[in-house]
Nanobody, 126 residues
Framework: QVQLVESGGGLAQPGGSLRLSCAASGFTFSSYAMSWARQAPGKGLEWVSGIYSGGSVAYYADSVKGRFTISRDNAKNTVYLQMNSLKPEDTALYYC???????????????????WGQGTQVTDSS
């Protein structure tokens, strides 16, 4: 059974930090590109960041570039999103997603994703 379980969300002050985690099971994690996407209240889904299956290359949306860092640990079947310098507009439900795409094949923001988690909420506390 495939599972993607996000955790680490919560209340964050502007300028604060949070680290999201996504634990994967039920598929060969190291063969999948991983991404984070988010959905703010009343808005559509926004791709945030993606990383190749081997972890060598990461991509970011302009809205988070320089503030967020994606990483993965294939030994732990986990992908992370370190979020620094949080802004009120970062408030959203954050999802992780997996796509079986070989490294080097385009950009994660353009992939069709095979699996999605249930999301973890990040909320501005101001």
């Amino acid at each position: 059974q495939v599972q993607l379980v996000e955790s680490g969300g919560g209340l964050a002050q502007p300028g604060g930090s949070l680290r999201l985690s996504c634990a994967a099971s039920g598929f060969t994690f190291s063969s999948y590109a991983m991404s984070w996407a988010r959905q703010a209240p009343g808005k559509g889904l926004e791709w945030v960041s993606g990383i190749y299956s081997g972890g060598s290359v990461a991509y970011y949306a302009d809205s988070v570039k320089g503030r967020f860092t994606i990483s993965r640990d294939n030994a732990k079947n986990t992908v992370y999103l370190q979020m620094n310098s949080l802004k009120p507009e970062d408030t959203a439900l954050y999802y992780c997603a997996a796509a079986r795409i070989p490294d080097g094949c385009g950009r994660p923001e353009d992939y069709e994703y095979d699996y999605w988690g249930q999301g973890t909420q990040v909320t501005d506390s101001s």
